[in-house]
Every structure is written in structure tokens, then in C-alpha cells.
């Protein structure tokens, strides 16, 4: 890029001020650009690289969980959830806390999983003669 006189680049930028320009800058390129089209660097820039890391970790999570929730959905009956299946789904797509909700108040505890009191538990011997 040719270089233009400081007189030049003040009029060609609408008043551009020449005090801000050092001897050894003369190319006021950064200056005319607008400030969207600029690339960031220094703190900026890392931030705005952790902060898209942040965005896109909670979005995977958000993705497993809502997935690991539908899923239990489709292989519980209707009868086995507290409230309209559709609307847990609605509720886990929306956001994470949906599937929070769903796996903390939706589901109904499984009768498979609670043994009455007087049966032994699974895998327990039981000595002869003391039944």
C-alpha cells in the first residue's frame, strides 16, 4: 500500500486526527476499518476463545443428558411417569434443568427396585433352619 501524507489521510477519513499518528505509522489502515472487521488480539481474544469452549462444553453436556432422558422416556410407560410424556421431552429439550426435573420428579420409582421387608435381599443366604 502506497504511502499517503498525513494531510491526505485527514482529509480522505473525514478529519481523522494527525496527532494520533506516530512518525513511524504511517499506514492508518486499523483506523478505517470498522471495528467488527478487525481481528482481536490480546485478552480479548483469549477470553472470547474460552468463552466459546464454555458454550460448547455446556451445549455437549446439554445434548447428553437431554439424549440419556429421552431414552428413558421411550422405554418407560406412561403409567411409570408423573405428568405427560411429551411434556418432559418439551421440558429436557428446553433446557438441562428439564432433564434435571424429569429424572428428580418426573419419574416414579420403579417397583422392581423396592423388596418388601420380610423378603431377604438378593444373593443372602439364609442358614438352614432358621427361616
Do not use: F
Not at 481523522?16 to 480479548?44: I, K, M, Q, Y
Not at 469452549?53 to 431414552?71: M, N, P
Not at 420428579?105 to 435381599?121: F, H, N, Q, T
Amino acid at each position: 500500500m502506497p504511502v499517503v501524507p498525513v494531510r491526505m489521510v485527514g482529509a480522505l477519513t473525514g478529519g481523522l486526527d494527525p496527532d494520533r499518528l506516530t512518525p513511524d505509522r504511517h499506514d492508518v489502515r486499523s483506523e478505517l476499518t470498522p471495528t467488527a472487521n478487525r481481528r482481536r488480539s490480546g485478552p480479548c481474544q483469549t477470553a472470547d476463545v474460552k468463552s466459546r469452549a464454555r458454550v460448547v462444553v455446556a451445549l455437549v453436556v446439554h445434548l447428553a443428558v437431554t439424549r440419556i432422558t429421552w431414552r428413558d422416556l421411550d422405554r418407560r410407560a406412561a403409567s411409570e411417569v408423573r405428568g405427560a410424556k411429551w411434556v418432559w421431552r418439551v421440558a429436557s429439550g428446553a433446557n438441562t434443568l428439564g432433564s434435571v426435573g424429569y429424572w428428580l420428579i418426573g419419574r416414579k420409582p420403579d417397583r422392581s427396585s423396592v423388596l418388601p421387608a420380610s423378603d431377604p435381599s438378593p444373593g443372602t443366604a439364609v442358614p438352614p433352619g432358621h427361616s
